[in-house]
């Protein structure tokens, strides 16, 4: 095994036991969860064939699922972010080739670019779950609390695991 496939199960594993074990339970003022679990489909290799992109993306949503009892929301809403990863990241980086390396961080693309980044997806993905969740438009002002305030701590949430994940990886350099 390679130590990238080592690193991105640790991670994984990391993720989805925090999300599952803690996350899971926090939510402000009854609208806001955060979403760290994400931060996997975010990092992954842009290298990396789409085929296994969607694979892990639905893995990782099937484990949440099973784990938090969310009827197949959080798969779904995971595989179409593994989707729509590329072309996002397409809008702020125009050619692939100008990287340093291949996994999307803030010390690889930049940080404006990666806060940019990481802001939509985290804004597709709550907008995503929610309106599966929802499936109506019955109260448009709750579900827009919902999607703006996860998005938000979703993001900060996301800024600070890649903090945490690129200074591991400065320090062994």
């Not at 969310?70 to 995971?78: E, K």
């Not at 010390?107 to 709550?126: E, H, K, N, Q």
């Not at 499936?135 to 579900?143: A, M």
Request: hydrophobic share 55%; aromatic share 12%; glycine share 4%.
């Amino acid at each position: 095994m390679s130590k990238t496939l080592l690193k991105f199960i640790f991670l994984a594993l990391i993720l989805i036991i925090v999300q599952v074990v803690g996350l899971n339970h926090f939510c402000i003022f009854g609208v806001a969860m955060a979403f760290a679990y994400i931060y996997l489909i975010i990092h992954l290799p842009l290298d990396l064939n789409q085929n296994w992109v969607l694979t892990v993306a639905f893995f990782t949503g099937l484990i949440i699922d099973i784990f938090s009892d969310t009827l197949g929301m959080c798969c779904l809403s995971c595989t179409i972010l593994a989707a729509l990863r590329k072309p996002v990241l397409r809008l702020y980086i125009p050619r692939e080739e100008e990287l340093t390396d291949p996994c999307p961080s803030m010390s690889s693309i930049g940080t404006s670019v990666f806060v940019r980044y990481s802001l939509t997806m985290a804004m597709l993905y709550c907008a995503c779950l929610y309106l599966i969740d929802a499936f109506s438009f019955f109260q448009p002002v709750r579900l827009a609390l919902r999607i703006v305030g996860s998005t938000l701590l979703t993001w900060i949430v996301l800024l600070a695991v890649d903090s945490i994940v690129s200074r591991s990886d400065e320090k062994r350099l």
